[in-house]
């Protein structure tokens, strides 16, 4: 038989078995809720100041903007005609849609504020143009403060019940990558505003119990028409007239500043591995240029003197190569360093009757084999100043 003894301390020792677990659910429960809240808080700065510095950065080129307003009268006419940028948005899904009509009530207007200028403004949604690939979803809306339709930019991210921590990191993560995609020119448009609802408390917009989405309260105002650089240089070429001419001149004056302080600007920590060229620079109706975010960081110095080291090896077995051999060799194949895709966008804009490609082609080979720009490289050009063809050739050593 069993002993009596063991089964009574079992059944007397139940209810204190029964508070242990009860005590160590709660404490889980409750350190799982303050964890999420530190990490939600700490996320929630985050994303605050990555917002605070996209504002900031908008300001700064709304300044620009006005600084170069004469020049940029001079670049508006030979936006002749304005396209919607190339997109390849994908379609909603029904709980995206269902979100998105919980937050704009098609035909009901939404007070908006704009983090830019401080101004309020009532949007009222149109449509849904498609997804980005960046999983951001663009909108059709009428603006108060305009007459024409405006698109606007958000960023959604699925929503399930903040149970961690990790849900709370997952959440603001993604949308702060979503935001710095969408910091520059896209496939979606240019931005022009960053807009917030008026009637979010936080950084996220309200949301309903259903929703299987979550938006964080900032909407970029986007532009969508615009021309390439490439195509704005075609019609100042074509242009025969002299005052078609003089405003040409004037013109490519305002090209030049514009693009020298776009990339002077940018963060000196961010290189664009030579993506700069006549087809990654768009320009407004307005005239007014802008360009793709750098996105990669400069490589440390001493993986630049390494990269030095391969450049002069590689120059050094160049030089003792044949002509022949030159001319079958692509340097155009080879990355390029920012300053001298800078100098090719410099030539095409005061070379308008010479090939793009021919150009690029001809800087790259000086490049490549450390020899100066020619006198009469110029000769063929639309009377650059002279502080421009040093410019040029300074860039393309």
Known sequence: MTPLGPKIRHVLGYPFRKIVRTLRAAGASVGRKVTSWTSGFIWKRRWTALVAETVAQMKKERKQEKEERQGCAAVAPFVTNPHALPTSLGALSAEMLDALTGLFPPQQPVEMKSKVTGSSITVRFLETVGVSSYGSVLIRCQSSAEAEECSLEAFPVTNPSLRSSATVRRQYLRAMKQLK?????????????????????????????????????????????????????????????????????????????????????????????????????FVTVDGIVHLQPPVAECPSPEQSSVAADRHESTAEAAAEETDQDREILAPAEEPISDDLALAIVFTHIWCPLRNFEDVAYELTLLNRFEREVPEEFFERCASPPDAIEVLIAMLAL
């Open 181 to 281: 995609t969408a910091s520059g020119p896209s496939q979606v448009g240019i931005p022009r505003d960053l807009l917030v609802l008026k009637s979010a408390r936080g950084s996220w917009c309200p949301q309903r119990p259903r929703d299987a989405f979550a938006f964080p309260n900032v909407f970029f105002k986007r532009s969508l028409q615009a021309e390439k650089l490439r195509e704005v240089l075609t019609h100042m070429a074509a242009a025969t007239d002299p005052g078609g001419q003089r405003t040409a001149h004037d013109a490519r004056v305002s090209l030049t500043k514009q693009v020298h302080k776009g990339v002077s600007l940018a963060s000196p920590t961010l290189c664009r591995h030579g993506n700069i060229n006549i087809d990654s620079i």
